[in-house]
Antibody, heavy 117, light 106 residues
Framework: QVQLVQSGAEVKKPGASVTVSCRAS????????IHWVRQAPGHGLEWMGI????????IYAQKFEGRVTVTWDMSTDTLYMEVTSLTSVDAAMYYC??????????WGQGTLVTVSS | SYDLTQPPSVSVSPGQTASITCSGD??????AAWYQQKPGQSPVLVIY???KRPSGIPERFSGSNSGNSATLTISETQAMDEADYYC?????????FGGGTKLTVL
């Protein structure tokens, strides 16, 4: 069965960086794009970017350009998203999600990032 | 880019029909999707390509999209349908989400 398994919760200080991983299984990794979506506590969903696993090419939402970097490891079907220069507004649940038929059909379980001094 | 607007909350009695709207300037020209999110859980796709239901989603969930508005309709609403619902569409390769609607079944 299709699964997206994310790394565990993180606690970071302001100004630090965090890396969240997303490992795909149950399907051909290169066949579908992977997206990153975050959700601050009590708030809605915010799209961050899209990665094509065939070549790692990524398009970021404008507000995250320069501060978010996605890399990928084809040998383990895993994507890594790094967010730098963390502030309190970056405290959120971060999700990876697979897109198919113009929708997100599978989601990871989420990675909670806490930013606290 | 364009915004997707949803009502913050909708209330419905058990067994009745709930309708949640999503409005946006270019919505009718793009596919809409809907997600259900319960507390502490990841979102779940309930409608895609305006009207299609993924496998495992009950038939009482339906969708429509025309003009500048998409609608999620839940027929014979059950207590288990109480959740936050988000619409989603595309602007080129950028995904857009509505602000979410809290559905209360009371």
């Amino acid at each position: 069965q299709v699964q997206l398994v994310q790394s565990g919760a993180e606690v970071k200080k302001p100004g630090a960086s965090v890396t969240v991983s997303c490992r795909a299984s149950g399907y051909t990794f290169s066949s579908y794009d992977i997206h990153w979506v975050r959700q601050a506590p009590g708030h809605g969903l915010e799209w961050m970017g899209i990665t094509d696993p065939r070549d790692g090419g990524t398009i970021y939402a404008q507000k995250f350009e320069g501060r978010v970097t996605v890399t990928w490891d084809m040998s383990t079907d895993t994507l890594y998203m790094e967010v730098t220069s963390l502030t309190s507004v970056d405290a959120a649940m971060y999700y990876c999600a697979r897109s198919r038929n113009w929708a997100f059909d599978y989601w990871g379980q989420g990675t909670l990032v806490t930013v606290s001094s | 880019s364009y915004d997707l607007t949803q009502p913050p909350s909708v209330s419905v009695s058990p067994g009745q029909t709930a309708s949640i709207t999503c409005s946006g300037d270019k919505l009718g020209k793009n596919y809409a999707a809907w997600y259900q999110q319960k507390p502490g859980q990841s979102p779940v796709l309930v409608i895609y390509q305006d009207i299609k239901r993924p496998s495992g989603i009950p038939e009482r969930f339906s969708g429509s999209n025309s003009g500048n508005s998409a609608t999620l309709t839940i027929s014979e609403t059950q207590a288990m349908d109480e959740a936050d619902y988000y619409c989603q569409a595309w602007d080129s390769t950028t995904a857009l989400f509505g602000g979410g609607t809290k559905l209360t079944v009371l």
